[in-house]
């Protein structure tokens, strides 16, 4: 009887051992990052990561990273619909050397993205703020970009992409010879861009296919403003291009309700 209870008593202990070791490394719909996180802990409220890429791990699908306090969290890929969400607080993404990216989106083609209040910055020929290669519907809003050679970069491989971008301000401040900072519009893509502001590039905003709307956006300082390559660019009539050595002009434009 003695020898059957300690049989027992192990298997249950082991039992007891797996659940917790499942709860602890369960996906949560919500995750917390801190400038003094550390990506051991879960990323709960009372535990944050330190990093965007230690949270995404620990975030379900459909999820939520949020920041605590100003910081920086470090370059992320994502390959999930998710949300990462600056909260108001200076949330920074610092991509320094040749190639390097701060947000690089390789999702299903089901998969919804959303980067809210981020602050990008790039050194030392950093390729992309945001590098988008494949997902559904990508939204960029309320954030800075600086120092990149491409701000928001769109490959011409996405099939039927989607992207809002809204209320991002953009500057180039890299030595390298042709700098774009939003380059849209792949073959059946749909993108708005509204109330941005992109200034001091070789190429203010490019368009190589689909459709792209612009709206309440100031595109000044470049080299050229507007350098359309392929698609539709169609203004609402109510944004300022000018100041740059060759302003371009839109495609078309579309009612202003």
């Not at 620990?58 to 306090?69: M, P």
Request: charged fraction near 10%; glycine fraction near 14%.
């Amino acid at each position: 009887m003695k020898t059957s209870f300690s049989k027992w008593g192990v298997l249950l202990s082991a039992a007891l051992l797996l659940g917790l070791s499942s709860s602890v490394y369960a996906q949560a719909t919500r995750t917390w990052v801190s400038g003094v996180g550390d990506d051991v802990n879960p990323c709960s409220r009372t535990a944050p990561c330190k990093t965007f890429a230690g949270a995404i791990s620990k975030t379900a699908a459909g999820g939520e990273i949020d920041v605590l306090d100003d910081g920086g969290f470090g370059a992320v890929t994502i390959t999930k619909s998710i949300t990462i969400n600056g909260g108001g607080h200076l949330a920074g993404i610092l991509s320094s050397g040749a190639g390097t990216s701060g947000v690089i989106i390789n999702a299903a083609a089901t998969d919804v993205v959303v980067l809210r209040g981020l602050s990008f910055l790039g050194t030392s020929g950093a390729a992309s703020a945001v590098r988008y290669l494949a997902a559904k519907y990508v939204v960029v809003e309320d954030s800075t970009i600086d120092g990149f050679a491409y701000g928001i970069n769109m490959a011409v491989s996405v099939v039927n992409g989607r992207m809002n971008i809204r209320n991002v301000q953009m500057t180039n401040a890299t030595t390298a010879t042709s700098t774009y900072g939003i380059h849209i519009g792949a073959p059946n893509s749909i993108s708005t861009i509204s109330n941005v502001t992109v200034r001091g590039y070789s190429y203010g905003l490019t368009t190589r296919g689909g459709t792209t709307y612009l709206r309440g956006s100031t595109i000044v300082a470049n080299d050229t403003g507007y350098n359309n390559l392929g698609g539709s660019l169609l203004s609402f009539g109510d944004n300022m291009v000018n100041g740059n050595t060759l302003d371009g002009t839109p495609t078309g434009s579309t009612p202003h309700f």
